[in-house]
Nanobody, 119 residues
Framework: QLMESGGGLVQSGGSLRLSCVPNENIFSFDGMGWYRQAPGNERELVAEITSGGRIKYADFVEGRFTISRDNAKNTVYLQMNSLKPDDTAVYYC?????WGWGNSRDNFWGQGTQVTASS
């Protein structure tokens, strides 16, 4: 179970910080991240951090978002700056475990939090 918080409505150019707290230690997962889904679109990766600390961002982030984790608080964050109307979507926390010699991945999802950037 992944508990998300931090979504909301901001004006274009504004900032939001999303938080995700799993019900077990974050290092029990091989990685955690954030995905988003806008109406009519497929769910897409925003940012991801592995248990080893490797970070990956989608191209559309363009340096505006930062994924981080606080081990003491067992929390993963997504700091979003310079938000655009195109960033409007439901944002989902994701945690995953890799198995089967790296060929399989079990995904766990939060309930989603709405982010709206108005023009």
């Amino acid at each position: 179970q992944l508990m998300e918080s931090g979504g909301g409505l901001v004006q274009s150019g504004g900032s939001l910080r999303l938080s995700c707290v799993p019900n077990e230690n974050i290092f029990s997962f091989d990685g955690m991240g954030w995905y988003r889904q806008a109406p009519g679109n497929e769910r897409e990766l925003v940012a991801e951090i592995t248990s080893g600390g490797r970070i990956k961002y989608a191209d559309f982030v363009e340096g505006r978002f930062t994924i981080s984790r606080d081990n003491a608080k067992n929390t993963v964050y997504l700091q979003m700056n310079s938000l655009k109307p195109d960033d409007t979507a439901v944002y989902y926390c994701n945690a995953y475990q890799i198995w089967g010699w790296g060929n399989s991945r079990d995904n766990f999802w939060g309930q989603g939090t709405q982010v709206t950037a108005s023009s």
